[in-house]
């Protein structure tokens, strides 16, 4: 059975200062993984994603993630912090095969604060 | 390119009643999945309609029901309301979805509250 495991529900850094967002996931087949960020009263936004191709990830807004498949995990960093970052990130995991059929795994979220 | 809309946007029910959610899929897109979000949650998959066919389902009871129809629009259906019930229902679209890889486009949500 595929899972998703969000390390820590809520991360505050300052503006300018890197960004570490943790996952570590768990999935029987070739997973594909993705963080979608939520802002407040907005739809989910795919920031990036990974499907077995270069280990890392370039996604939006200066974001990346790199998949380790020994340790199972799938952080999200940026190097620095802007205000408008501050929103609820969620690591998803997805696999096809297993009888799954591309339906999307979500953690349970983290909430990035920045402050001024 | 128009995006994923749902309707309506909120929406107020007693336990018991019935509910009906609405969801318009990105053009060209022929999946559309529903998901449900509690409150301080993630997201969780109820169910995916592929080309009109339920093509997988979460561990969602069979109140929950669905529809798609050939223009890939969608709809949720929600019988004998649960005061659990209450959550942000999200939909999303996507090109041939049972492929993990592919992105699935998600619409800004309709907020049910059951009192």
């Known amino acids: 059975a595929q899972s998703v495991t969000q390390l820590d529900s809520h991360v505050s850094v300052s503006e300018g200062t890197p960004v570490l967002l943790r996952c570590n996931y768990s999935?029987?087949?070739?997973?594909?993984l993705f963080w979608y960020v939520q802002h407040p009263n907005k739809g989910l936004q795919l920031l990036l994603k990974?499907?077995?191709?270069?280990?890392l990830v370039k996604g939006i807004n200066g974001f990346e993630a790199e998949f380790k498949k020994s340790e199972t995990s799938f952080h999200l960093t940026k190097p620095s912090a802007h205000m408008s970052d501050a929103a609820e990130y969620f690591c998803v995991v997805s696999e096809s095969g297993g009888g799954s059929q591309g339906n999307l795994i979500f953690g349970k979220g983290t909430k990035l604060s920045v402050k001024p | 390119e128009t995006g994923v809309t749902q309707s309506p946007t909120h929406l107020i029910k007693t336990r018991g009643q019935q509910v009906t959610l609405r969801c318009s899929s990105q053009?060209?897109?022929?999946?559309v999945s529903w998901y449900q979000q509690a409150l301080g949650q993630g997201p969780q998959f109820i169910f995916q309609?592929?080309?009109?066919?339920?093509?997988g389902r979460g561990n969602f009871p069979p109140r929950f029901s669905g529809l798609q129809f050939p223009n890939y629009s969608s709809e949720l259906n929600v019988n004998a309301l649960e005061l659990d019930d209450s959550a942000l229902y999200l939909c999303?679209?996507?090109?041939?979805?049972?492929?993990?890889?592919?992105?699935?486009?998600f619409g800004p949500g309709t907020r049910l509250t059951v009192l």
């Open positions: 999303a679209s996507s090109l041939d979805g049972f492929y993990s890889y592919n992105e699935q486009f």
């Open positions: 999935s029987s087949y070739s997973p594909s």
């Open positions: 053009s060209g897109h022929n999946t």
């Open positions: 990974y499907t077995s191709a270069a280990t």
């Open positions: 309609y592929y080309r009109e066919e339920e093509n």
